[in-house]
């Protein structure tokens, strides 16, 4: 293997390493459940480890095209850093689908305004098993109430309205700088990146398996390090 910056020539020579360190007539073992769970049954068959490697071959050859950008600095004897966790948040909140209204912050202020409305509503007859028609009479006591405010008293809701307008599109601006921020890394800066994710992702699919002894396949693609369109798998 001393001629492998022959990419991709140097496929074949590794493929007929591996299966010289591991041949296809291996006898794997064979377990029965998984996870904490999991028990030694027998060992395969000549037919079952011939059926199991059947695709090998193949599978090896995608996995090197697959980490093409790492074989080759590894080659050329370039230093890479070790894969590392990646800074990321298990969950956020989605944000919200639009800002308030002035009209969302009275009614989210003044809740006697709703209390009343059911009072009278209930009195007529009229509850909570007719959401659509209750919810019908909130909003014309709604729209009375507003329209009894004086013009400064409405001018408070609708400039606290702006004032979040304001707020959300910073969220949204400085959002938005960071995504042409990580979309404009180099293509080294993208490799490690994506070097870093493979390893959070596999880790972390890893400990969830051992804790809950169940399976899971994932799949995620995108551009890789060398900018070549590629799946993870």
């Given at each position: 293997m001393q001629n492998l910056h022959r990419f991709p020539n140097y496929k074949a020579e590794i493929v007929a390493e591996f299966e010289h360190h591991f041949p296809r007539d291996y006898l794997a073992k064979v377990?029965?459940?998984?996870?904490?769970?999991?028990?030694y049954l027998r060992n395969e068959t000549p037919e079952e480890a011939q059926e199991r490697t059947a695709r090998r071959?193949?599978?090896?050859?995608?996995?090197?095209?697959?980490?093409?950008?790492?074989?080759?600095?590894?080659?050329?004897?370039?230093?890479?850093?070790?894969?590392?966790?990646?800074?990321?948040?298990?969950?956020?909140?989605?944000?919200?689908?639009?800002?308030?209204?002035?009209?969302?912050?009275?009614?989210s202020e003044n809740g006697q305004v709703r209390q009343e409305s059911d009072r009278l509503a209930t009195k007529d007859g009229v509850n909570s098993s007719n959401l659509a028609k209750l919810q019908a009479r909130r909003n014309k006591v709604y729209t009375k109430a507003i329209a009894e405010l004086l013009p400064d008293e409405w001018r408070v809701y609708f400039d606290r309205s702006e004032q979040e307008k304001v707020v959300k599109k910073a969220e949204r601006d400085?959002?938005?700088?960071?995504?042409?921020?990580?979309?404009?890394?180099?293509?080294?800066?993208?490799?490690?990146?994506?070097?870093?994710?493979?390893?959070?992702?596999?880790?972390t699919i890893a400990e969830w398996l051992s804790q809950t002894g169940t399976e899971m396949v994932l799949m995620f693609g995108g551009e890789d390090g060398a900018g070549e369109i590629r799946k993870w798998l």
């Open positions: 377990f029965e459940g998984s996870g904490r769970k999991k028990k071959e193949t599978q090896l050859r995608t996995w090197l095209d697959n980490h093409k950008g790492r074989l080759v600095q590894a080659m050329k004897g370039e230093k890479q850093p070790l894969p590392k966790f990646l800074d990321i948040q298990a969950y956020h909140e989605a944000p919200a689908a639009r800002t308030r209204s002035a009209r969302d912050i009275f009614i400085i959002a938005r700088t960071k995504t042409k921020a990580a979309e404009s890394l180099s293509l080294p800066e993208r490799a490690k990146l994506l070097t870093d994710l493979e390893f959070t992702v596999e880790k």
